[in-house]
């Protein structure tokens, strides 16, 4: 940093990129908004409310990346504010009250893009995106270079017996990401349980917001469950990515080359990391969904749909693994375009809450793995499209 470049110029450099990428996605939203039923005015309120939102959650990145010393640091926070945000949401809208407004996710929904259109909402994600970058600039420029404002402390100075088996530096390299994406599935399961009855009163006394979300009058409580799935199916994809991407990061940094110097092939050490993966997996699919269908049972006083809510959870598991399969498979093949597929996980998770709703072609919408799923347990599950995901995922796997 002794030449010209000072050192807040990195991240100057990052926002501005992220603010523009934002800018041309916005662009792009909006164009494929207009041939569809929305508004001209409402269609561009919508863009720019989702704007916001990236604005917001990218200048909290910002904040994170310069507590944290590693980028899943910034995952795991990221995801942690995500969940709050939710939960926050997802608490004021069965409350009816003010807590709304205390999320990001609150305020892109206050903009009533489909109804009375409230511009000035805009403002908040506005003044909250400029507030975090500024602060990701002040905490920049007084942190030591190539540090973080929080430390880490150091490890033990020899490792244990079973971290030094392949398999026990999986487990471990792993550890931290399986945890926090468990921690944050488990939390919105407890909390949507929690509050599934509320919720499932104020579809049935809205019929507008009934409407919007296609609950069916007679099971309304079908369609609170198939939203909160798909949320936790997501989660699932963004895991099995960000895993991946961890081995992306041990072969940047060198650290791979170390451990396949001895006779240990690339072959053997890759399925091992994606066998820890695949478990870690499976627990958070299983946990949440469980913790899920136990929360809303208690909260509806009834444990006949148990099963049934726990089964909608499990058949989310072949796209999770297909997603899983893809990110091997680039991870192997196009390694340095890995980080393509946080775009893919973007397009997928707005394709599977909006796609059918503005009525995309079917042809896009397809790209969403969760489309072959089908809508458990509002709908039926797709037993083709489940059985072509996992013979795919294999596939991926295996190459």
Excluded at 157 to 170: N, T
Aim: aromatic content about 10%; charged content about 10%; some cysteine.
């Amino acid at each position: 940093m002794s030449g010209r470049i000072d050192r807040l110029s990195p991240l100057t450099g990052a926002l501005l990129w992220t603010w523009a990428t934002i800018a041309a996605l916005c662009v792009a939203f909006f164009v494929v908004l207009i041939p569809t039923d929305f508004p001209t005015s409402g269609a561009a309120l919508y863009t720019f409310s989702l704007g916001g939102l990236a604005f917001v959650f990218a200048a909290f990145a910002a904040v994170a990346a310069q507590a944290t010393l590693h980028s899943r640091g910034v995952y795991i926070s990221s995801l942690a504010a995500l969940v709050v945000a939710y939960v926050l949401r997802g608490v004021g809208d069965a409350t009816g009250t003010w807590v709304t407004w205390l999320s990001p996710l609150g305020w892109q929904e206050k903009t009533a893009a489909t109804g009375g259109q409230h511009w000035w909402v805009l403002t908040l994600p506005l003044i909250a995106g400029l507030t975090l970058s500024g602060l990701a600039l002040v905490l920049n420029g007084r942190r030591d270079l190539g540090s973080a404002l929080i430390q880490s402390s150091g490890g033990p100075a020899e490792a244990s017996a079973m971290l030094k088996s392949p398999l026990g530096f999986a487990l471990w390299l792993h550890r931290p990401t399986q945890i926090a994406w468990l921690a944050g599935s488990v939390v919105l399961a407890v909390m949507m349980g929690v509050l599934a009855q509320d919720v499932i009163d104020a579809f049935t006394s809205n019929q507008q917001i009934a409407d919007m979300i296609g609950a069916n009058v007679d099971h309304p409580e079908d369609a609170f469950a198939a939203m909160v799935q798909l949320y936790i199916a997501l989660i699932g994809f963004g895991y099995a990515i960000q895993a991946v991407s961890t081995l992306r990061r041990e072969e940047a940094a060198g650290r791979l080359e170390t451990v396949l110097s001895g006779a240990r092939s690339r072959t053997a050490w890759l399925g091992i990391q994606l066998a820890v993966i695949t478990a870690g997996l499976v627990v958070i699919v299983v946990i949440a969904s469980a913790t899920f269908a136990a929360c809303t049972a208690l909260s509806m006083g009834s444990g006949a749909e148990l099963t049934r809510l726990f089964a909608s959870g499990l058949a989310y598991l072949p796209a999770e693994l297909l997603v899983l399969g893809l990110a091997a498979l680039m991870f192997g093949a196009f390694a340095r375009y890995f980080s393509v597929l946080w775009g893919y996980y973007a397009v997928v998770a707005f394709l599977a809450f909006l796609g059918n709703a503005i009525k995309l072609p079917s042809l896009l919408v397809d790209l969403a793995p969760t489309t072959h799923v089908g809508d458990p347990p509002q709908g039926p599950v797709e037993t083709a499209g489940l059985i072509v995901m996992s013979v795919a995922a294999l596939s991926h796997s295996s190459q």
